[in-house]
Antibody, heavy 115, light 107 residues
Framework: QVQLQESGPGLVKPSETLSLTCTVSGGSISSYYWSWIRQPPGKGLEWIGFIYKSGITNYNPSLKSRVTISLDTSKNQLSLKLSSVTAADTAVYYC?????????WGQGTLVTVSS | EIVLTQSPGTLSLSPGERATLSCRASQSVTSNLAWYQQRPGQAPRFLIYGASSRATGIPDRFSGSGSGTDFTLTISRLETEDFAVYYCQQYGTSPFTFGPGTKVDIK
């Protein structure tokens, strides 16, 4: 049973870069597509993008200029970097297995953008 | 991008009743439509894919139907744990998008 766990700073200053890691256990990160999805407090879900082991990525155009998703197969981890953050990027960030539908989710981590 | 609209915004029902949730897409997604359940403080749970196929471990009281632009999630007999927010999601065209959600609460 694949399990996902997000980690990273809970507070990021405006204009800085948000960096999160998702550790995958119970399965190989090389076997699936992996995605990041976020949810502002009290609001709906927004797909950020996905990555596959070959390095294929697909990002939401609304965030594409600021987003980088990468894999570290040696650590069985995926990461998310979001640059030039503003208060609008405050959200719970989830990693999820698969690229188009999301069968397995991490518990999520709240990132607040504030000075 | 494809916009998904869900109705109603809130559905107030009693345990044992039938719930019918709607999702409409701004353009055809064929059958590339999924449903998720989110309980307070939890991550979403994958319920339905391909508009009508139940994900692993999902009880058969959950069923999905539709194709093209109009979709329905039906919960045949509500149980206490089913009171939650439900999101539809299209994966026919990138960027993949979610609807705003329907909250099913206890009447």
């Amino acid at each position: 049973q694949v399990q996902l766990q997000e980690s990273g700073p809970g507070l990021v200053k405006p204009s800085e870069t948000l960096s999160l890691t998702c550790t995958v256990s119970g399965g190989s990160i090389s076997s699936y597509y992996w995605s990041w999805i976020r949810q502002p407090p009290g609001k709906g879900l927004e797909w950020i993008g996905f990555i596959y082991k070959s390095g294929i990525t697909n990002y939401n155009p609304s965030l594409k200029s600021r987003v980088t998703i990468s894999l570290d197969t040696s650590k069985n981890q995926l990461s998310l970097k979001l640059s030039s953050v503003t208060a609008a990027d405050t959200a719970v960030y989830y990693c999820a297995r698969d690229g188009r539908t999301f069968a397995v989710w991490g518990q999520g981590t709240l990132v607040t953008v504030s000075s | 991008e494809i916009v998904l609209t869900q109705s109603p915004g809130t559905l107030s029902l009693s345990p044992g009743e039938r719930a019918t949730l709607s999702c409409r897409a701004s353009q055809s997604v064929t059958s590339n439509l999924a449903w998720y359940q989110q309980r307070p403080g939890q991550a979403p749970r994958f319920l339905i894919y391909g508009a009508s196929s139940r994900a692993t471990g999902i009880p058969d009281r959950f069923s999905g139907s539709g194709s093209g632009t109009d979709f329905t999630l039906t919960i045949s007999r509500l149980e206490t744990e089913d009171f939650a927010v439900y999101y539809c999601q299209q994966y026919g065209t990138s960027p993949f998008t979610f609807g705003p959600g329907t909250k099913v609460d206890i009447k």
